[in-house]
């Protein structure tokens, strides 16, 4: 009885009453494009309704006699003689604490079935970049828990860096990986996953993951399928954006995920030619650049006066071939600060995460990296470079100095040493353990099939709870003199366990 | 296409040039439309455009009431003022009987819509309802 | 009173009624959006098309918009030294209102024929790959092409800070297009070394609309004109990133009514870019040495906007992902890269001598590499051998640290004269260096060291 009377007065409180919509009418229709006249005083960027079919459009062309409209779902039933409706609104997604833990569509409607959105607040899906004097530098870490990323490619808050590859071959991986890892950082940031393009069951899979293993406490997903019509793939990242944005405003760190921004041009290379836009190169829109660089610029680290929140973006970009001179992933390196490149070869050889180190930039560098990790992983990316080009060129040589074959030898337990599965990244003070005993030489005298044992089994061992070698480590952010000493003892030991 | 364009922007220019004009100057406008048509030899267009341009003329005047089923004439006609008041002087009712909308009445220019029915009512309480469960 | 009748992105249609036109290129304001319009075309009908100089978003048919009477105007003069501006040289570094001396309108005729100044020497930069290949004319203009990620904009800096910091009149740097970050870093590097008080700062960077970084640069060039005329001032002006300005004319060339040339491009290429290069000049009041940097869309040189740019300027660095790719930084190509200057008259026989030998050397060493692929360097003549050994001595050599890449690179950043570089190579082609190995030369700066090491 006492629900039945809370339904009412709560029903009571909302107003039901007729009023005027401002209308146009539906004359042409096609490729969920409408163009509609009337809608004399919409203005550009509005939300408009089609009036009974429960579909939103966006006013996006105003003409002087019609109104071009994308719309924001499936556009088949909407026909000649239709009433469209204007909102008033410009188009704005609900942001904020609620969001967290929930999958929405791009217009920011729930898709999991867990009921409504909880927010008091929208953001514009739309939004200029903060300016040159509302940032800061980037200074802080994002620890992706991956060893080879973390130590050679550091990411840093508030920056972008691209993840490109060929399909298949473990871009989302990566990203997937970086989010789980969050769960025991300090400080630990919001993600944002925004799903572009993609099959249902492949999101499922990941959010089911994110599940398993407890990411969903700080994880908002917003998915545009791969059957959504294309005014949804280019909005998704929008509002992703637009949903990360609340806490890089709210004095907060948050990373997002755009996977993938390929199939965003793709779409709105479509919704540009059905609007009849000329295309350009590869019959991109002239404005396909300008697509991805407002939104990767909404990405960034506030300065103090601004609160010193962060959003960190990592776009994926898919390459054909290897070729990373495409059109769109030249456009998208160059907006980056940085790109993480994954090569196939190097995947069907076994190597993962198959990251090609002479092809990755971080342009933010180690101003990113916790000391510790900058001391021992310094010059550890030019070390590999150079042991990568002896490699090669020793390939035909068969007299070897000492020196060289040293440099050989430690090369090579060092890239076994950065080699990872899947769903399994390392908190910080592991990764820095690891490298520890990888660049002091200690890994030097054990044979090479042993060192990926040897990692799982030095780990073990440090998390054993009478050791505190890794909470020294994470506390102070590097290695003391006393942790170094400690630290060996424990490799020292486990290397005895292989007749070392 | 390109027809349809010339026939529907002509008919957009009619509507323009006679808005006001007395019944002489809306007859010379549209003869000199005629001569301007047969110059490019499109004068067989004409009578579609003035076609097109009377239901421009006739869409923007009217506006249409739409009534769950007959009532008497006295409520019709007070709506009826009460919507020529609101949406525009000048206008003619165009009355509609359509016993979808339940109850109630949908009243519609050229520009602007007032639903006004009982099945909108109906299925604004459907939607809070729901989302208060 | 005029009233918007169209609004397709960036490209807004505006009806006057009555008599008074505006003219073309003047500014309209829509008070209440804050936003200007510049008008682009007259379409008949009293109806005008412009561009709007930012986002459209919340703009409707029927807004009123008011003439300003004039085309955009920035101040010019020292009052604007120092300080962070905006397309409509508005400033946006939350330090007050900028005290101008006078405004200038961001058009302008280039300097005729007559009044071109005709003779030409060399501005040192300290980076030896420039210096030695494709010198830098004072008063004159050098481009840095490159594709992404091959070092353009950390080029620009390093000559930045060699440059403007010695140099005795004002720079003015305008950042189109590109990265905020990366104005962000300028800003806060000038202010700390010092530069920033001798600078106007222009950004017009990748979020904004197209409007602002097709127009940005002319607001930067309005200001360097004034003090090169009136100030009869030496200005510097960089430029990060040429390319932008002209991908910004795409963006709306198909949206003001024309239809698309060669790539999608903007039928009005050429002249678009002549606009602005032809203003980027020296006459007989003063000069402006320019530096901009030039990204090259896909690695691809023969992109027309590319070949259209290369035209225009005095010298041309190319910069390669492949040489990139092998850790020589600067990324400099040494046979795709040069200059108008390098002529005996203009640099002298030394120096004339010297670069042609190294271009010569590396232009055989590139035929060699197949034979050396195939058949190893074992094959190759005696004297074959000794091009092979300087040339890979050459290129190694004309990498440098730079001073602003040291937190990445590790190694202290080095100045070198321009003696200094043509002797350190001079020494290097004699062969009075053919024994030492070719690691030595990496990441130096002038000879001695290798010398002395």
Redesign the interface.
Known sequence: MDKIEQ?KR??EE?E?E????????VIESGDNVVKA??L???????LVEF?GRQIFGLA??????ET?IIVLGKGNAIKEGD?V?RTKR?LSVPVGEGLIGRVVDPLGRPLDGKG?IESKISY?V?R??????E????DKPLHTGILAIDALIPIGRGQRELILGDRGIGKTAIALDMILNQKEEKNRPVCVYVACGQKKSKLKRLVKALEEKGAMEYTIVVAAFADDPASFLYLAPYTGCAIGEYFRDNKKDAVIVYDDLTKQSWAWREISLVLR?????EAYP??I??LH??LL??A?KLSKEKGGGSLTALPIVETQAGDI???IP??V???T?G?IFLDSALFYKGQRPSLDI??S?SRV???AQVSGMKKIA??LK?DL?QFQDLERFSEFTEELDPQTRKMLERGKRMRELLKQEDLAPLSFEKEIAVIFAGTKGYLDDLPLEKIRQFKIDLIEELKAPSLEILDNIRDKELVDSKTEGELEEVIKRVKKSYGA | MKTKTTITTWARVLVLLTKGQSENAKKNIILRLQEQLKRKKKDYLLPKILETAEKYLAQAEKITLVLARETDSATKEMLGQKLIASLGKGKKIESKIDDSIIGGFVARTEDYLIDASVKKYLNQLKRISLEEI | MAKIIQIIGPVVDIEFQGENMPSLGNALEVRKKNLILEIQQFLGGGVVRTLAMGPTEGLKRGDEATDTGKPIMVPVGMGSAGRLLNVLGQPTDEMGPVKADQYRSVFKDAPTFVEEKGDVEILETGLKAVDLLCPLPKGGKIGLFGGAGTGKTVLIQELIRNIAKVHKGISVFAGVGERTREGNDIYLDMKDSGTLANTVLYFGQMDASPGVRFRVPFSALATAEYFRDEEKKDVLLFVDNVFRFVLAGSEVSALLGRIPSQTGYQPTLFSEIGSLQERITSNKNGSITSIQAIYVPADDLTDPAIVAIFSHLDSSLVLSRQIAALGIYPAVDPLESSSSILNPRTVGDRHYRVASEVVRILQRYKELQDIIAILGVEELSDEDKLVVNRARKVQKFLSQPFFVAEPYTGHPGKYVKVEETIEGFEKIISGELDSRREEEFYMKGNIHEVINA
Do not use: C, H, W
């Not at chain 1, 007729?18 to 009418?25: C, L, R, S, V, Y």
């Not at chain 1, 004399?40 to 509005?46: S, W």
């Not at chain 1, 940032?135 to 980037?138: M, S, Y």
């Open positions: 339904f709560q029903l909302k039901i007729p009023k005027m919509d401002e209308i146009g009418t006249n009337g004399r005083d919409v203005e550009n960027f509005e009036e996006l062309n105003l003409e002087e006699y071009g009433v409706k410009t409504k514009p739309e200029l970049a903060p300016s040159v004097i940032r800061a530098p980037v836009r000329p295309p350009g190169r002239g404005d650049f300008y660089s407002r610029e909404r960034a001179s495409g059109y030249t456009n390196i160059s907006i600060d790109q002479g092809r930039v560098g180690s101003k310094g010059t030019l470079a």
